[in-house]
Each structure stands twice: as structure tokens, then as C-alpha cells.
């Protein structure tokens, strides 16, 4: 459930940003399967990854970061 929270998160950030699936992957150096992975929530990111997109997308972890809340979609 966290991983999919991260992965939706990322995808829109992304895609706000206007980075398509593959040129976003070859800019954080991962291959565009991961990143596929981790955008549908078939694999938790880990920090060095979390801090990469942010990085990358201009932002801060924390507004990256899935808000708290027990909210469901």
C-alpha cells in the first residue's frame, strides 16, 4: 500500500514536470522497468531513490512524500 502511495506520487510529479517514462529513467540512471516498478507500486523506492526524483524534479522529499492521514482514493 506505501509503495503504490510513492509510486502514484512520483508518476504525477513526473509527468507534471513533463518527463516521459523513458527520459526521466535514463536521467535518474535506472532502467525504465524500475521505474515502471515503482510508479505502479510493485516495489518501494528507497531513500537514495526518493532523494534522486526529487532532485531531479525540483522539489523537496517532504512534497514528494504521500501525505499522512488514513484518507483512502
Known amino acids: 500500500m506505501e509503495a503504490e502511495k510513492w509510486g502514484r506520487r512520483i508518476r504525477a510529479f ?3 514536470k513533463g518527463y516521459t517514462q523513458e527520459t526521466f529513467a535514463r536521467e ?3 532502467s ?3 521505474l515502471g516498478e515503482v510508479e505502479r507500486g510493485n516495489r518501494m523506492p528507497d531513500e537514495s531513490f526518493k532523494s534522486q526524483v526529487a ?3 525540483n522539489i523537496s522529499v517532504e512534497e514528494l512524500a504521500p501525505p499522512d492521514g488514513n ?3
Open 32 to 34: 525504465v522497468s524500475v
Open 71 to 73: 484518507q483512502q482514493r
Open 14 to 16: 513526473r509527468k507534471l
Open 28 to 30: 535518474l540512471g535506472v
Open 55 to 57: 532532485f531531479m524534479l
